[in-house]
């Protein structure tokens, strides 16, 4: 079964920086768009970044000049470098993909466990 894995979560004071990492394993066999999504306490979960398979990326507003999408495709891998944090940053984080593995023909939506990011002013 296909697992999206996260790391990198963790407190930090405002204005430091955090890296998140999401490694998708299991029989894929390719893996389209992935994506950042956040929720924090009380509020709807809101989309945070997006990086396509040909590497273009889109940025939620809050974020945009402050957090970089990158993305690692011999590793499977999705990174979120989150650099002049806010207490408002402060949040569950989720990786998200569309992927496709060898014995379906069907892209599937996949949700990692989520890691926590906290933010103290």
């Known amino acids: 079964q296909v697992q999206l894995l996260e790391s990198g979560g963790g407190l930090v004071q405002a204005g430091g920086s955090l890296t998140l990492s999401c490694a998708a394993s299991g029989r894929i066999f390719s893996i389209d768009a992935m994506n950042w999504y956040r929720q924090a306490p009380g509020k709807q979960r809101e989309l945070v970044a997006t990086i396509t398979s040909s590497r273009n990326t889109n940025y939620a507003d809050s974020v945009k000049g402050r957090f970089t999408i990158s993305r690692d495709n011999a590793q499977n891998t999705v990174r979120l470098q989150m650099n002049s944090l806010k207490p408002e940053d402060t949040a569950v984080y989720y990786c998200?993909?569309?992927?496709?593995?060898?014995?379906?023909?069907?892209?599937?939506?996949?949700w990692g466990q989520g890691t926590q990011v906290t933010v103290s002013s």
């Open positions: 998200n993909a569309d992927i496709r593995t060898y014995y379906s023909g069907t892209k599937y939506n996949y």
